[in-house]
């Protein structure tokens, strides 16, 4: 959730996808996606190309123009950079370790937690001056407890679910008819997948799980677990992972594949669905010709305020109303302690009447909208649409002739609703699509150009990407992360 605020000479940059052709030079974390800063007026920067998965410099700090000649020093450099981060042991390897560490008795069972690896006995030696755990057979199946959740800041943070949030899930997919579940940045889902299996009641489930974090390979089988990056699709094992990846989407016998990514919420929306997107066209290949205009079954879990950028990305989507909330995350926590309301929802292209909200938890029925919201989130005869998008009960203005939210009031002289406190007669927030302030997204002389993703500068959902580039001076890096997420849900809650 860290959405920062580019300063305001900037507009932000853009992503330019590869479109065939060209083909990106690659970092650590796969090919490079090609940025472009988008100037006043719509100006073009010069291009340039950086990492896909890491937004700060300090994890990833490949950079190269465009246009660029790179000395062959520099691409040895590169190579060994690659091999630097590579995991030191291969899939297969891990999984003749995990065989040999399950059938170790209880006492010879140790994790690091300063490495975070399990040892095997061999090991114990090496690692005896690190702080090591025993670890029982019921650990060896929760990974995402035994392992420290990622908390790098920026890039790579992971909230885990809570168990009311992955129950939610697991329950909705099965009562859905799934029985593969495509875990994209979901471990926690995948691990709840297979303990829900040994539980004999219920029809076996089969998971896969795709997510940079290779600690996870120590855990699973070749065929449940790919290191992959979800931002360019790439595949670190290559064809390998690939053909997993392809087997699990087929569907024999009457299974059902679906999609459930949790990506970091600092992810840019465009390189995202454009990864989805590619998933769905090779599950669509593999379709029998009846369904081939079909998409997948996805659901792409994200905060609220992305729904305009995911919908204009799948315009089959559906924002639904439930809120996912984190363990570790006290902002996005159900309950007394945290914040009430999570901002997090689910977007899918399954039929919302299907995704049935539980009436405990305060969600009912909307007949008309046909879909579950939250009780809160009445109808409105006018809009003829159960309005809400951050849960409150939002009120109909009759003069904006549409549902605001409740702390707005509506503003004679900028013509539209805002909080009482806004800048008046400054306008709405400018152009979507390229931050200006003289016209809105929808007169906005770049709209049709070449341009696939843009960024606005302004806080609600652009920029993100803008710290670590060096084109870009951003007030981010004055802020900490922390500091940035208190003040963006500060706004959110008004
Ligand atoms: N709520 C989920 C975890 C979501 S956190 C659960 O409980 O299972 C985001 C996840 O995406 C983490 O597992 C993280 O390792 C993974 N991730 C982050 N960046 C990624 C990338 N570029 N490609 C693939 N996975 C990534
Ligand atoms: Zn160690
Ligand atoms: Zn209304
Ligand atoms: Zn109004
Ligand atoms: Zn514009």
Redesign the pocket.
Known sequence: MDVTEANDDSFGIEVILPQGGKTAPCCP?GPTLLFEKVCKGGEKGRRFYAC??CRERKDCNFFQWEDEKVSEARLLAREAEKQSKRPLVTQQEYCSRFRKFSALPLDEKKFCQDCQILLLPGLHEAHSSHRSIAVSTAQLTRP?VLLRP?DNKK???????TERS?HFLLDSLAALGFTKVL?????????LIKLRNLDQKHEPMKSLL????FRYAQFYSQDEFCH????NHHFFDGEASSAVLQAFLREADGQKVVMVA???FG?LVKPLANTFSLISQRWRKLQTSDSSNTEMPMMW?FPYFFEPRILECFPSFTMLDYQ?D?DNHSLYKHGKTGRKQSPVRLFTNISPKDVVLPKDEGYRFCSICQRFVLVLNKHCAKCNVCPSKDGREWKHCSACGKCVKPSWKHCQACGRCALPAHPCGQGEDGCFNCGSQEHKRKACPLKDSHRISSHRSKAKSGGKNVSRHPLVKSKAKRKSGGARRAKKMAALSK
């Open positions: 974390h896909s998965a995402s990622l890039s790579n943070a992971q909230y885990l679910f992955s875990c994209v940045g979901t471990p926690r889902l995948q691990e795709l997510d940079i974090d992959y990056n979800m931002f949790d990506p970091p992810g879990i996912v984190y």
